[in-house]
């Protein structure tokens, strides 16, 4: 310690330009020569201070140029000040800067003749402006050591003399022989945690037993005969697991860079689709609001065409109608008088040309109908409307289905154990209207039985008409995860399409035998798989339960059997183009098959 209190005091004689050699020397004259040039350099440290501080202007930070001196006696730059009043001028206030004291009207500017020269003279001496706020230490800074007043922010730490130098300060030890020798690391608040709190000492070595940082004398003191190593041997011990820690977490962020890049991509696919899918449909909507308008005009027109027709036609009859009338009132007015007429002969010689009657239109072959002329269209329309109702309901649930399974996040890997497929449970259930009548259905529509007989079911265009199969109430898109406990002989786990077909003995209706539906086929002797009427057979551990996982997105299909643990019987990867529905195929009296929602 002695050592290092002799170093430091050449360091402050060099500070002071006093010339002297390297003496060992009495600590007690040491501290007094020391305290002596410390005063004295304070003082001179001191002096510059002021006078910077007194000659630099408060806004810009600088030495003033062109000072001028404001009523209330601070002094600034004429250009500073003048642009800090321009910007008040719309209100009016003038004040200063430092004091806040108002001035009305606007003070007029004149150069500080005294101070311009005073401030020459300081310049010839060396004078340079106060470091900048920045520069100084703050709350959250490191502060040098040997600086007095406002201290500067320390850049550098000397292990060796244990004390923080700013810019300043620290050039001794760049400039002097003995300083350069001296370790230097950056400044940190946490710095005197280096330092052995037992004997004030730089703990420079490692205890690899105790896993922390010692001083020499910690090596040969209470940690004795532990396995003590240098902290330089550590550090480059732990520097090569560092950076094998950071090529791992490189090739990582590598990694994610290029998932983040996939995202991306993905999100302007997603994006390019919506636009293009909402300009497609558009032009769609637009194309059908204009035919329904189109058939609303011709029917429009049609319908006037035919009001058109019909009206001439009738109009044509009350003409003749008219002429009619006419005709026989003139013959009953003829005949009236023909009546009155006293002279027997004259009339008998009359009465035969007046009693002739010209062939009439018949009431009768005029066909009316009230109120009922173009209801027939009303009609005819409204059943288009109801039909069209029908189509757009049918169709909206389809592109709902297809807008809910558009997924934005990449793909789950499989799930790895029977835990993480339960995250992506289920609870399905079997639709009635889909099963066979000689299919049961308990437990709440969750378990199926063969019965040979007859169900009491009513008719309906989903049921299977000749195979002994039910699909699930319950379309399944998404993340899926479900189980079916089978007993006796032989039973079919699938999934199908909606549309599969229900009628008839084909292949087309058959689990497996198609290309909507897969099917594995679960029996005592072993598994079958089958897909468009492929069949493999697969083999794998027996058991009763079979665990089926959807991943209707990634078309991704994988069925297990289910025990203890979890074995993969067989996996699809295709791609699914509609929702599917769970489905079970029991194949002889007795045969059952129950889902589960697994727990």
């Given at each position: 310690m002695l050592e290092k209190f002799c170093w430091r005091m050449e360091l402050k004689i060099s500070r002071t330009r006093i010339s002297t050699r390297h003496v060992w020397t009495p600590l007690s004259a040491e501290v007094k020569l020391?305290?002596?040039?410390?005063?004295?350099?304070?003082?001179?440290?001191?002096?510059v201070q002021v006078d910077v501080e007194i000659c630099s202007c408060s806004i810009c930070l600088d030495l003033l140029k062109d000072p001028v001196t404001i009523p209330c006696g601070h002094s600034y730059c004429m250009n500073c000040i003048r642009s800090f009043w321009d910007e008040k001028e719309e209100?009016?206030?003038?004040?200063?800067p430092q004091c806040r004291q108002a001035f009305i009207p606007r003070p007029v500017l004149k150069k500080s003749t005294m101070l311009a020269n005073l401030l020459e003279e300081l310049?010839?001496?060396?004078?340079?402006?106060?470091?900048?706020?920045?520069?100084?230490?703050?709350?959250e800074d490191v502060a040098c050591d040997f600086c007095t007043g406002r201290k500067l922010k320390a850049i550098k730490f000397c292990l060796f003399c244990l004390a923080s130098y700013c810019e300043k300060h620290l050039q001794p030890h760049y400039d002097s022989a003995p300083f350069k020798k001296h370790k230097l690391v950056e400044p940190s608040k946490n710095l005197h945690e280096n330092i052995c709190s037992r004997h004030d000492e730089v703990m420079k070595m490692f205890c690899r037993t105790d896993q922390k940082c010692i001083c020499y004398?910690?090596?040969?003191?209470?940690?004795?005969?532990?396995?003590?190593?240098?902290?330089?041997?550590?550090?480059?011990?732990?520097?090569?697991?560092?950076?094998?820690?950071?090529?791992?977490?490189?090739?990582r962020i590598q990694d994610r860079e290029k998932d983040e890049k996939l995202l991306q991509q993905e999100v302007e696919a997603i994006n390019h689709s919506a636009d293009k899918t909402v300009e497609d449909s558009e032009k769609i909507?637009?194309?059908?609001?204009?035919?329904?308008?189109?058939?609303?005009?011709?029917?429009?027109?049609?319908i006037r065409s035919q009001q058109e027709t019909e009206v001439s036609r009738v109009k044509e009859l009350q003409e003749k109608l008219e002429q009619e009338i006419t005709e026989l009132k003139r013959k009953d007015a003829e005949l009236k008088?023909?009546?009155?007429?006293?002279?027997?002969?004259?009339?008998?010689?009359?009465?035969?040309?007046?009693?002739?009657?010209?062939?009439?239109?018949?009431s009768s072959s005029i066909n009316i109908r009230p109120l009922r002329y173009f209801e027939d269209v009303t009609a005819a329309v409204s059943e288009l409307r109801d039909k069209l109702q029908d189509i757009l309901r049918d169709t909206w649930t389809n592109i709902s289905l297809t807008l809910t399974e558009v997924e934005v996040l990449l793909s789950e890997p499989e799930p790895k154990s029977r835990a993480g497929f339960l995250?992506?449970?289920?609870?399905?259930?079997?639709?009635?209207?889909?099963?066979?009548?000689?299919?049961?259905?308990?437990?709440?529509?969750?378990?199926?039985?063969?019965?040979?007989?007859?169900?009491?079911?009513?008719?309906?265009?989903?049921?299977?008409t000749d195979f002994s199969q039910v699909l699930s109430r319950e379309s399944l898109t998404g993340r899926c995860y479900w189980e079916v406990e089978w007993r006796e002989e032989l039973v079919s786990v699938a999934v199908a399409y909606k549309n599969i077909s229900r009628t008839g003995s084909g292949n087309e209706c058959i689990f497996g035998n198609n290309d909507k539906s897969w099917s594995l086929e679960c029996s005592q002797k072993g598994y079958k798989f089958g897909h468009n009427n492929i069949w493999t057979s697969i083999s794998g551990p027996g058991s009763s339960r079979v665990g089926v996982y959807l991943d209707h997105r990634a078309g991704l299909l994988s069925f297990y059997s289910v025990s203890k643990t979890m074995t993969l019987l067989h996996r699809v990867q295709t791609t699914f183009t509609q929702p599917l529905h769970a489905g079970v195929w029991v194949w002889y009296i007795g045969d059952s098959a129950e889902l589960y929602k697994p727990k």
């Amino acid at each position: 310690m002695l050592e290092k209190f002799c170093w430091r005091m050449e360091l402050k004689i060099s500070r002071t330009r006093i010339s002297t050699r390297h003496v060992w020397t009495p600590l007690s004259a040491e501290v007094k020569l020391t305290q002596s040039l410390r005063w004295r350099g304070e003082m001179e440290q001191q002096a510059v201070q002021v006078d910077v501080e007194i000659c630099s202007c408060s806004i810009c930070l600088d030495l003033l140029k062109d000072p001028v001196t404001i009523p209330c006696g601070h002094s600034y730059c004429m250009n500073c000040i003048r642009s800090f009043w321009d910007e008040k001028e719309e209100k009016k206030s003038y004040h200063c800067p430092q004091c806040r004291q108002a001035f009305i009207p606007r003070p007029v500017l004149k150069k500080s003749t005294m101070l311009a020269n005073l401030l020459e003279e300081l310049k010839k001496t060396g004078l340079q402006a106060a470091p900048a706020d920045h520069c100084y230490a703050g709350p959250e800074d490191v502060a040098c050591d040997f600086c007095t007043g406002r201290k500067l922010k320390a850049i550098k730490f000397c292990l060796f003399c244990l004390a923080s130098y700013c810019e300043k300060h620290l050039q001794p030890h760049y400039d002097s022989a003995p300083f350069k020798k001296h370790k230097l690391v950056e400044p940190s608040k946490n710095l005197h945690e280096n330092i052995c709190s037992r004997h004030d000492e730089v703990m420079k070595m490692f205890c690899r037993t105790d896993q922390k940082c010692i001083c020499y004398l910690c090596s040969v003191d209470e940690h004795k005969g532990h396995d003590t190593v240098s902290a330089a041997a550590e550090r480059t011990e732990r520097q090569r697991e560092l950076e094998v820690r950071r090529e791992e977490i490189q090739q990582r962020i590598q990694d994610r860079e290029k998932d983040e890049k996939l995202l991306q991509q993905e999100v302007e696919a997603i994006n390019h689709s919506a636009d293009k899918t909402v300009e497609d449909s558009e032009k769609i909507f637009t194309e059908l609001i204009r035919l329904i308008q189109k058939r609303s005009s011709d029917v429009k027109q049609q319908i006037r065409s035919q009001q058109e027709t019909e009206v001439s036609r009738v109009k044509e009859l009350q003409e003749k109608l008219e002429q009619e009338i006419t005709e026989l009132k003139r013959k009953d007015a003829e005949l009236k008088q023909l009546s009155n007429t006293e002279d027997h002969n004259q009339f008998l010689h009359n009465y035969p040309s007046l009693s002739a009657l010209s062939e009439s239109t018949h009431s009768s072959s005029i066909n009316i109908r009230p109120l009922r002329y173009f209801e027939d269209v009303t009609a005819a329309v409204s059943e288009l409307r109801d039909k069209l109702q029908d189509i757009l309901r049918d169709t909206w649930t389809n592109i709902s289905l297809t807008l809910t399974e558009v997924e934005v996040l990449l793909s789950e890997p499989e799930p790895k154990s029977r835990a993480g497929f339960l995250k992506y449970s289920c609870e399905i259930t079997l639709d009635p209207n889909t099963a066979n009548t000689r299919l049961l259905l308990s437990e709440e529509n969750r378990k199926v039985t063969w019965m040979g007989q007859h169900q009491s079911y009513s008719r309906h265009p989903d049921r299977f008409t000749d195979f002994s199969q039910v699909l699930s109430r319950e379309s399944l898109t998404g993340r899926c995860y479900w189980e079916v406990e089978w007993r006796e002989e032989l039973v079919s786990v699938a999934v199908a399409y909606k549309n599969i077909s229900r009628t008839g003995s084909g292949n087309e209706c058959i689990f497996g035998n198609n290309d909507k539906s897969w099917s594995l086929e679960c029996s005592q002797k072993g598994y079958k798989f089958g897909h468009n009427n492929i069949w493999t057979s697969i083999s794998g551990p027996g058991s009763s339960r079979v665990g089926v996982y959807l991943d209707h997105r990634a078309g991704l299909l994988s069925f297990y059997s289910v025990s203890k643990t979890m074995t993969l019987l067989h996996r699809v990867q295709t791609t699914f183009t509609q929702p599917l529905h769970a489905g079970v195929w029991v194949w002889y009296i007795g045969d059952s098959a129950e889902l589960y929602k697994p727990k």
